[in-house]
């Protein structure tokens, strides 16, 4: 390999490692492993914990809310995605997560005479995600979820109950459309 070539390469692990220093010095909340991209801008609201894996990227306008933890794997692509938590919301590794909404919160009680009282536990559940996981544009994941490993979320489903694993889910509701043979 020439000296080109491995300049060409430092510079955009400099630029990374630059704007890793700066999102955990902004945000004491976020932990990054090793060698994670940060290709947009990312925002922790609310005293969210977060911890992102090494080696996954984060593109475009990356946003975490709410008073519980995210864990994101090692080797994930996070492009323009909004993770709200206020109990957990765990992504596996290798997962690809593309202008989704996963959210662990109603935000409000269902009884018609407690939904202008605070919520209470059971607006919220944590959510799973499991390895290997493709979530499409504009998918909308619900409280108490789990997506099995190596299964695909089609662009605008909503996610109100599990996914096995190695299935596709397209809809509203959602329906298994696709099974992967093992």
Request: glycine content about 10%.
């Amino acid at each position: 390999m020439g000296s080109s070539t491995r300049r060409h390469g430092a510079l955009p692990r400099l630029v990374f490692a630059v704007k890793r220093a700066y999102y955990q010095l902004r945000y004491p909340r976020l932990k990054l492993g090793r060698d994670v991209e940060i290709r947009g801008r990312i925002r922790l609201r609310r005293g969210v914990r977060v911890t992102i894996g090494d080696r996954t990227r984060l593109n475009k306008f990356v946003r975490f809310a709410g008073t519980g933890e995210v864990t994101v794997g090692a080797d994930c692509l996070l492009n323009a995605t909004w993770i709200g938590s206020w109990t957990s919301v765990e992504v596996g590794d290798r997962c690809l997560l593309s202008d989704c909404e996963l959210m662990d919160n109603d935000f409000h009680n269902l009884p018609p005479q407690l939904r202008h009282a605070p919520p209470g536990p059971a607006t919220r559940a944590p959510i799973v995600v499991g390895d290997n996981v493709w979530i499409g544009a504009h998918v909308l994941v619900m409280k108490g979820v789990r997506i099995g490993h190596d299964s695909v979320v089609g662009a605008g489903t909503v996610v109100r109950v599990d996914v096995p694993d190695r299935v596709v889910v397209i809809g509203n509701p959602q329906q298994i459309v696709k099974k992967f043979d093992e």
